[in-house]
């Protein structure tokens, strides 16, 4: 464990004894086959793909070992209905990424760092570049009967000696071949000691809980609007859906707040962030093209209307200014 209580991983490029990276094809048929159903969203702006999708089948405990460098991935309503026997228990052990799920805290994962992801619901893993996860899938009946939660999608705590145990288990279940053969007796164990150290590693109180706060759904709102500035597809609808309120409750936390719609804090905030990359000088010699797409508007004759209506000049003159 390292200085702020995180697993320390030493995680390799390729898992020991599995083939080279596989092609998008195949990693998403190998995804979908150990993990159900995704949605997959790619990186609009990378190198070429590069994933892994691998199964160890541990006496019987499934274990699985996903790389990827896709923009996210999520599961939506439909596939949390229809897959619902297994809760995912994710050890980061390369990369970094943001975990939403309905109607409750944002998570983020950096390497060494574990959470649990419930199958029954809906959630958006968020990639920030190239990500390596171990997950451990665990029986959602057995999982429920020891946590005792409203929701099994949680963070894990990492400074606490069974948060140290519990990490080390899973990164020495990473190091192995997947050609290792565990006997049943084995496998039953391990899972087992998996389900014994889990609550113990929780929160108390639990972070993760729904909020019943409107300032607190509000705030969570404006965080999701923050780091999804840049993605086209973030909206009023996508908000509520996350937040797991109706488009009227989200357009009401606004308007108390003295704000004029949930359409025109996003733009506004968008037309911010532009403005700052402006000053700040980063944007340099490029396009104000390229500019909007970094804000996530498509459209750039339609970003420099609305660039103009907010700041009385086009983006070039507040560029040159």
């Known amino acids: 464990m390292d200085i702020d209580g995180r697993v320390q991983t030493h995680s390799t490029s390729v898992p020991p004894g599995s083939r080279p990276a596989q092609g998008f094809e195949e990693w998403q048929r190998q ?3 150990i993990c159900g159903s995704f949605a997959i969203r790619p990186a609009s702006a990378a190198p070429a793909f590069s994933g892994y999708a691998g199964r160890l089948d541990f006496g019987g405990l499934e274990v699985a070992r996903i790389r990827s460098n896709v923009a996210a991935l999520a599961r939506g309503r439909r596939q949390a209905r229809n897959e619902q026997d297994y809760c995912y228990l994710i050890l980061q052990l390369a990369g970094h990424q943001h975990i939403v799920a309905e109607n409750q805290a944002t998570i983020e994962l950096r390497p060494g760092e574990m959470a649990v992801l419930d199958s029954a619901q ?12 171990l997950s451990v899938h665990l029986p959602r009946r057995l999982l429920a009967t020891r946590l005792k939660r409203p929701s099994m999608t949680l963070k894990l705590e990492t400074a606490r000696a069974s948060s140290l145990m519990l990490g080390a288990m ?10 290792y053969r565990a006997s049943s007796e084995e496998g039953r164990g391990f899972r087992a000691a998996l389900l014994e150290l889990l609550p113990s590693t929780l929160a108390s109180p639990d ?11 509000y705030l969570q709102a404006c965080s999701l609007i923050e780091t999804r500035l840049h993605e086209p597809a973030l909206d009023a609808m996508w908000l509520a859906q996350i937040l797991g309120i109706s488009r009227r409750q989200l357009y009401r936390l606004f308007a ?12 506004d905030r968008r037309l911010d962030r532009a403005a700052g ?3 700040e000088g980063r944007l340099g010699a490029g396009s104000i093209s390229a500019l909007a797409q970094q804000v996530g508007l498509d459209d750039a004759a339609h970003f ?12 070039s003159h507040y560029r040159n200014q």
């Open 277 to 279: 990359l402006l000053r």
């Open 256 to 267: 108390e707040r003295g704000e004029p719609g949930v359409t025109r804090f996003i733009q």
């Open 31 to 33: 995804l979908r086959r």
């Open 170 to 179: 899973l990164a020495r279940l990473g190091q192995l071949d997947p050609s």
């Open 207 to 217: 972070p993760c809980l729904p909020t019943s706060s409107g300032h607190d759904l």
């Open 304 to 315: 420099s209307r609305v660039f103009r209506r907010r700041f009385a000049m086009s983006p």
């Open 122 to 133: 809906p959630f958006e893993m968020i990639l920030h570049g190239g990500v390596d996860n």
